[in-house]
């Protein structure tokens, strides 16, 4: 109900036509002459893979995100970055691997018609893009998360569903809660949005007569939220939700998931050791040891050392004491800063420890507060811990360092999230994702 798949659809498959457009303009240029069909298909043939990738940049990028409050100067900000990589990317393909056209004139004119041409596209998006019919809905429940939601869809007009009326239920007695209802709807409210675990709601939904239900649809708060927010609202939750909606298991996909772990471990592996070998010397010439291994948290709870490059003075092993002595040496920010520190964690992945996708496993000792603080926090471990996930690329206000209940209580409901619509597809857009954290140097 927010921004649809419908939109993100029709943006992909703008940028698909406009890039093969831009590829037929500059043929056009290039000679001065519209250009023969065949012509057009002998070029068109090596710029398929540039094709193929310029989409995933713009993925990257961010171009295909669910937008919330349209920014036009960010906008043309991720345009520009993601063109100037196509750009490096084009090089590549046609001046360093067995792929050809001639004259290279046409490569330059093509990126610069497709920059206008995607710049365009999508600046139109922003304008056009918004829903034509918005259907009024009738927010039933109380809380932060329901505020949340009341702010969203009274602020942001991308959304489908326009808030119409709030009956809150910590302020409107019981009984009135279904009258409140009915008179939303008779007023025009075509949704009802309802926390149903709220059990003031849940009494008075019988209450509610099946003429008010072929007159509106009923949506579940929860469900909603979801889609709103990519988060689960923990307090509008419990026990029955999660086995429900949780499963421990996706055999084949997990198979699937170790195949690709493996695979990739071998290969980025291999192209990691560029890098750790002459900062595991350089650490080790400043005295100390290169590697550092932490206890985590792993599946099923079981704990595993996690090893990384030394980035501070010495290893602290998390105590408060040795840590108010610590600090990050220079050369350790660099290490962070390029995410050269977390590479050795490829050899975790190899044992099995760790996934590229997944939680981030946690410290035992902070780990144990969170489980008696934190409703549900110990069903993250119910799959393996990754070096990336949705909440690392979603939660900008993570918790770091000790513990931060609240904080992890927002991360948890990321976690819990990735938890239940885990797929190959959800692990390769995370992967895309942080791709793009990883090029901004946004390590910490």
Known sequence: MAFSR??????????????????????????????????FLGNFTPFIPVFLVSLVVFYIAGLYEKPTRPNRLAMGGRIIGAQVANTLLAVVFFFLLP????????????????????????????????????????LVGTGHAVEEMAEELSENERNTIVLAARVDTATVAEEHIASQVREAVRAGARVVIADTLDQRVARALPV????????????????LYEELFDRVPLAHIDYAWLLDRVPRQHALSDALKRVADLIGAFVVGAIALVFVIPAALVLAATGGTPFIFHERIGRDGRTFRIVKLRTMLFNDHGDPELQAKNRVTRFGAFLRKTRIDELPQLWNVLAGDLSFIGPRPELPRIAEVYEREIPYYHMRHLITPGLSGWAQIL?????????DVERTRRKLSYDLYYLKHRSLSLDAAIALKTLRALASLSGK
């Open 208 to 223: 509610l007569d099946g003429a008010l239900f072929s007159d509106a649809r009923f949506v579940a708060f929860e469900t």
């Open 99 to 138: 792929l050809s056209i001639a004259p290279k004139t046409i490569l330059a004119l093509y990126l610069v018609a497709s920059t206008a041409a995607i710049t365009a596209w999508h600046f139109y998006a922003l304008s056009h893009f918004a829903p034509r019919e918005r259907l009024r809905a009738v």
């Open 6 to 39: 419908r939109e993100t659809f029709l943006l992909l498959a703008g940028d698909l036509i406009l890039l093969s457009g831009s590829l037929w303009l500059a043929l056009a240029l290039r000679n001065l002459a519209l250009p023969a069909w065949s012509y």
């Open 395 to 403: 939660d900008y206000d993570a918790p770091r360092g000790g513990a």
